[in-house]
């Protein structure tokens, strides 16, 4: 039983297409975080959604779109990719509030190349 | 100045060997603690967390020091199994809820 799931796990696409990435997770958790993770290993947070609700915006683009159709599921929608969006991207999920003491449980992340 | 800044390595032991890991982090209001490992290409995932009292899990030990804002990991009797990513994690909830990965340190277990 995979607890946090993402799909698709690699994705290649040329500059300018637009593309999604789909989790899922069947924890329970009211809590669903996007994090990238660059080339030099940073893993930033992007967005964070509680209960379907936006809680967390990092200074991300709008061309990136977050999408939460339940608290089970965190969609992410890229428009006009570009070279600098390659990186591995990781859904996460907490149980509660965005508390500072939970552990936070990742998907396998999917890695994305745009070329 | 990177709010959590840890050592790249990568750090090279035989098995069998301790070796220790710091991080240091920059806010002062920061306030929850974690050490992750992350294998090769895999997710990261809750090693344990870190108490200002100070932990340990069988052979890892954890350490904070909240005065000079430092957190280490030391990991005796290394197994080749250890080799891994070790991201040091802080949250804080000052200006919105922040948690806060540093870079990573590499550790190679070789036989």
């Known amino acids: 039983d995979t607890a946090v799931s993402q799909t698709p796990k690699y994705l290649v696409t040329q500059m300018g297409n637009d593309k999604s990435i789909k989790c899922e997770q069947n924890?329970?958790?009211?809590?669903m975080y996007w994090y990238k993770q660059d080339s030099k290993k940073f893993l930033k947070i992007m967005f964070s959604?509680?209960?379907?609700?936006?809680?967390i915006n990092e200074t991300v683009p709008n061309r990136f779109s977050p999408k939460s159709p339940d608290k089970a599921h965190l969609n992410l929608h890229i428009n006009s990719l570009e070279l600098g969006d390659s990186a591995v991207y990781f859904c996460?999920?907490?149980?509660?509030?965005?508390?500072?003491?939970?552990?936070?449980?990742f998907g396998p992340g999917t890695r994305l190349t745009v070329l | 100045r990177k709010e959590v800044e840890q050592d790249p390595g990568p750090f090279n032991v035989p098995e069998g060997a301790t070796v220790a890991f710091n991080c240091t982090y920059s806010n002062s209001a920061s306030q929850s603690f974690f050490w992750y490992r992350q294998d090769c290409r895999k997710e990261p995932k809750l090693l344990m967390s870190v108490y200002s009292s100070g932990n340990e899990d069988g052979r890892f030990t954890a350490q904070l020091n909240r005065a000079s804002q430092y957190i280490s990991l030391l990991i005796r009797d290394s197994k080749l199994s250890d080799s891994a990513t070790y991201l040091c994690?802080?949250?804080?909830?000052?200006?919105?809820?922040?948690?806060?990965f540093g870079a990573g340190t590499r550790l190679f277990v070789k036989a």
């Open positions: 924890l329970g958790h009211d809590t």
């Open positions: 994690v802080v949250t804080k909830n000052t200006g919105g809820f922040k948690t806060i």
């Open positions: 996460a999920s907490t149980p509660g509030q965005p508390y500072y003491t939970d552990t936070q449980y």
């Open positions: 959604y509680n209960n379907k609700e936006l809680i």
